[in-house]
């Protein structure tokens, strides 16, 4: 059992930042990439961003230059620093992460989500 829980969302002003935080915990023998996705009301759910095994990253065109991930590895723990926020960045933003619980057997999991509101 892995469970993945969020936290840090909220409402925030446009050009604010926030931070969201999002720690995996459970039968963990293994993360292989950890992401964030979010998804709009009436939208399809999209990736944000992206730190993979190697320790690359990648980000959607949308959030370039504005939105930063990383992981602490020692915490099964990866964040989203969102600068300068847009209200087009209102959005449920959701943990993904593929995890290894054994050495042979993974699978993706996903938090609950947690909402970020970019309004004045």
């Known amino acids: 059992q892995v469970l993945l829980v969020e936290s840090g969302g909220g409402l925030v002003q446009p050009g604010g930042s926030l931070r969201l935080s999002c720690a995996a915990s459970g039968s963990i023998f293994h993360i292989v990439a950890m992401a964030w996705y979010r998804q709009a009301p009436g939208k399809q759910r999209e990736l944000v961003a992206e730190?993979?095994?190697?320790?690359?990253?990648k980000y959607s065109d949308s959030v370039k230059g504005r939105f930063t991930i990383s992981r602490d590895n020692a915490k099964n723990t990866v964040y989203l620093q969102a600068d300068s926020l847009k209200a087009e960045d209102t959005a449920v933003y959701y943990c993904?992460?593929?995890?290894?619980?054994?050495?042979?057997?993974?699978?993706?999991?996903w938090g609950q989500g947690t909402q970020v509101t970019v309004s004045s």
């Open positions: 993904n992460a593929k995890i290894y619980t054994t050495a042979s057997s993974w699978d993706d999991y």
């Open positions: 730190s993979n095994a190697g320790g690359g990253t």
